[in-house]
């Protein structure tokens, strides 16, 4: 089935600790994204990527950092620089020129 | 910039009772809209979405949005609701240079009430 997997779907970090979420997604979709949510706040975009070896920051870019060597691949660092990681990460993908994107199940990362 | 507002964090109704969520947006160019919903601890789903042509937008589950230029805004409605259309629902509009980003309302919890 076509689709978007995000792992591990749960993830605890330690203070001072980097860790890597998961993204993977096999609809052959060039663009892909990271959201954080957080309660009451809605979805905020982490950073963006339209075509592989690019990508942007988004409007919380700051303590997170992404690669996209793979069209497929698409993984988010949570570096010790983020002060607050504690929240639920949501990754997405589309076709790049259309505007409907697809969702992970989501990772709920939390700071123990 | 694009923005959207959700008015209202949480709305109940009663079983089989009318479902409308509000949606307001701005948007500097034609905008793309869309409803996602999303049950606990899981992604977001498309409900809906408005690009071009019909105003009126039939979704899956029931769901329909009209969009109004005027009003600037893309209500979301049910006219029965049923006790699995508890969830969080998100407003998004597209964002600029058609990337695809996506921007999205607070959200609101819809609760119904047996």
């Known amino acids: 089935d076509g689709g978007i997997t995000q792992s591990p779907k749960y993830l605890f970090r330690k203070e001072g600790q980097n860790v890597t979420l998961s993204c993977e997604q096999n609809?052959?979709?060039?663009?892909m994204y990271w959201y954080r949510q957080d309660p009451g706040q809605g979805l905020r975009l982490i950073y963006y990527s339209q075509i592989v070896n690019d990508f942007q920051k988004g409007d919380i870019a700051e303590g997170y950092s992404v690669s996209r060597e793979k069209k497929e691949s698409f993984p988010l660092t949570v570096t010790s620089a983020q002060k607050n990681p504690t929240a639920f990460y949501l990754c997405?993908?589309?076709?790049?020129?259309?505007?409907?994107?697809?969702f992970g199940q989501g990772t709920r990362l939390t700071v123990v | 910039a694009q923005s959207v507002t959700q008015l209202g964090s949480h709305v109940s109704v009663s079983e089989g009772a009318l479902v409308l969520l509000r949606c307001n947006y701005s948007?500097?160019?034609?905008?793309?809209l869309f409803w996602y919903v999303q049950y606990p601890n899981q992604g977001l789903q498309l409900l809906l979405k408005y690009t071009t042509g019909a105003t009126l937008v039939k979704g899956i589950n029931g769901f329909e949005a009209e969009f109004k230029k005027s009003e600037t805004s893309f209500h979301l409605t049910k006219p029965s609701a049923h006790m699995s259309d508890a969830a969080e629902y998100f407003c998004?509009?597209?964002?600029?240079?058609?990337?695809?980003?996506?921007?999205f309302g607070q959200g609101t919890t819809l609760q119904v009430k047996p």
């Open positions: 609809l052959n979709h060039d663009a």
């Open positions: 997405a993908s589309s076709y790049s020129g259309q505007t409907e994107a697809f």
């Open positions: 948007s500097s160019v034609p905008p793309y």
């Open positions: 998004a509009v597209s964002g600029p240079s058609n990337t695809g980003k996506l921007i």
